[in-house]
């Protein structure tokens, strides 16, 4: 019996020196797995905020580029309006014109000579060349 007693005692203090050996590394352990956790959780926080902030920008900007898009559109049918207006204005100086010239008189010869020159100012205006 004293045989173990000596035993069980030398077993208590070899595994309490073992514990006390290794107790900082696995205390150091669990405070790393703590910290690195907490930091992980840190990381995913920042990015979570960071994907709403870019889903915020996103939303503004579609909001922005739908507004553009729709501005762009009422431009256009405005520039399609104003080329259907000058195809009138040439039509109409070309039926004068041709009326000008059924008619032999003088002083038409002035007036088809002015009409000529509108009608070749708004071709070269419609070309891009005169603005």
């Not at 900082?24 to 990381?43: F, H, L, M, Q, R």
């Not at 259907?84 to 008189?105: C, F, P, Q, V």
């Amino acid at each position: 019996m004293e045989n173990s007693l000596i035993t069980s005692i030398g077993a208590l203090l070899l595994g309490g020196g073992a514990v006390a050996l290794f107790w900082k590394p696995v205390i150091a352990g669990i405070a790393a797995i703590v910290t690195n956790s907490k930091a992980g959780g840190e990381i995913i926080t920042s990015y979570k905020e960071q994907v709403i902030l870019l889903k915020e920008s996103n939303a503004l900007l579609r909001e922005e580029n739908d507004s553009l898009r729709d501005e762009q559109n009422k431009h256009l049918r405005r520039i399609s309006t104003l080329e259907t207006d000058l195809r009138l204005i040439k039509n109409a100086l070309g039926i004068l014109l041709a009326m000008s010239e059924a008619t032999n008189a003088a002083g038409d010869e002035r007036f088809r000579n002015e009409v000529t020159r509108l009608i070749a100012n708004l071709e070269d205006g419609s070309d891009g060349t005169n603005n």
